[in-house]
Nanobody, 121 residues
Framework: QVQLVESGGGLVQAGGSLRLSCAAS????????MGWFRQAPGKEREFVAA???SGSNTMKGRFTISRDNAKNTVYLQMNSLKPEDTAVYYC???????????????????WGQGTQVTVSS
């Protein structure tokens, strides 16, 4: 069982930056692939970024995912934020990725409660 707790969300002006953190419980964090998703009001949850257990990650321009296995934490650095980035951001974990960087919701077994990011224009 893995528990995930996101933090770092908040209100930021367009063009600003935020770094989200996701702290994971458990002693096998380094074996998990981790992902970030987001959900805006009235929209479906969508993929943002993922990182494998070995550190291979997906690239999404303004957003960068990274991990610190010593701290059981995954990060999402978000730069040049836009109002359309406003959403609840969720982190997720899976041990079944076999070195991949999963992009689909159903591929993840554990989810955090989410952290709100609001970008004002």
């Amino acid at each position: 069982q893995v528990q995930l707790v996101e933090s770092g969300g908040g209100l930021v002006q367009a063009g600003g930056s935020l770094r989200l953190s996701c702290a994971a419980s458990g002693r096998t964090f380094s074996s998990y692939a981790m992902g970030w998703f987001r959900q805006a009001p009235g929209k479906e949850r969508e993929f943002v970024a993922a990182i494998s257990w070995s550190g291979s990650n997906t690239m999404k321009g303004r957003f960068t995912i990274s991990r610190d296995n010593a701290k059981n934490t995954v990060y999402l650095q978000m730069n040049s934020l836009k109002p359309e980035d406003t959403a609840v951001y969720y982190c997720a974990a899976t041990m079944k990725a076999d070195g991949r960087t999963p992009r689909r919701l159903y591929e993840y077994d554990y989810w955090g409660q989410g952290t709100q990011v609001t970008v004002s224009s």
